[in-house]
């Protein structure tokens, strides 16, 4: 194992999951694609995602305080691209690739007709972490493909989706389903049980 | 696509990626699996990690203000699996699941020796978002296995990381690195040439 003192710009731990935030302020709409973000709370249900200050994103997120969070399988890496490597102040997006969108139910904000499940977020609070700002949304609604998704907590089926994972340097892979292992409360027993440590 | 007010429990945006948190105080030494966790900036080098206050962790690092992240590969899923299904409360995890262990170079945590990277942590902040509290800490410095990560950015080779990543519901998976496509700028660029959009 080598050491550094931490470096300017560090992938240690990606591939990490996209998720594209669309936006709606002042009749345009705008799409970016976001590596930075996770859950906080199930009760109130909260997702943070980390936005820098020079996205137009930003800006209307500050006005609306609305947005939606899109997850899109692998073979729609094409849109997840297209609307991470172009900024709004340039392109309106959803027009030139050709983005299908759909009203919001809850928010103000459309969501993405190709994702297979969309957070629709009213912002809760924001807070600034040295670049970037961390928006805190508030899950009021949640659009789901109900052929993915298996039990009351609506696990992910992992032969049906393929999420898009960032490496960093602009790649992208995704999962692999034959891998999946069950390993619980329930393994972890038997295993000290074996070894005559419960 | 269906639609419901948010749920108590979700796992819509899963597979995501687990880290293993160390922490160390009052000569106790615990480890716990968490799946909300973010980068937050670049500059300083900030990473958030949520934990609930019923963790053992949550207290251990309220007193020592520092910790460790630590990413291990798929082939140590036993260990994640573990760490994250017992409580430090009940057992000494390193001790009864032969976890090695060896000092951090800046904070005084263990790090885990079996990660391909790790992140050493000193609290700079700390934010409760409903049920969770969210520990911000400040990398100062990494480990990383050299052979794993290439470039001066430090970008992850897939051919030979397999992260843990967490579907819900005790159960795992970890990438396929045949599905590895670059997709950035230049792509983009050809594309809107092509569609006679630039």
Request: with cysteine; proline share 5%.
């Amino acid at each position: 194992m080598k050491f550094i003192k931490a470096p300017k710009k560090f992938y240690f731990h990606y591939p990490f999951p996209v998720t594209v935030v669309v936006s709606k302020s002042g009749g345009k709409v705008n799409m970016m694609s976001a590596v930075w973000h996770t859950q906080l709370s199930f009760d109130p249900p909260l997702y943070g995602v980390l936005i820098s200050k020079k996205r137009y994103t930003y800006n209307m997120i500050e006005k609306a305080k609305q947005f939606t969070l899109n997850f899109l399988d692998y073979e729609f890496l094409e849109t997840v691209a297209f609307v991470g490597s172009t900024s709004g102040r340039e392109y309106d997006k959803a027009h030139t690739f050709d983005i299908p969108l759909q009203d919001g139910r809850i928010v103000d904000v459309p969501i993405m007709s190709e994702a297979y499940a969309v957070y629709e977020c009213e912002l809760f609070d924001e807070k600034e972490y040295g670049d970037h700002t961390l928006f805190v949304g508030k899950i009021v609604g949640v659009h789901y493909n109900e052929k993915l998704y298996t039990g009351e907590k609506f696990v992910p089926v992992v032969e049906e989706i393929h999420p898009v994972l960032y490496i960093g340097d602009e790649k992208f892979l995704t999962t692999d389903p034959t891998t999946e292992k069950k390993y619980g409360k329930e393994e972890v027993k038997r295993f000290l049980n074996e070894w005559g440590k419960l």
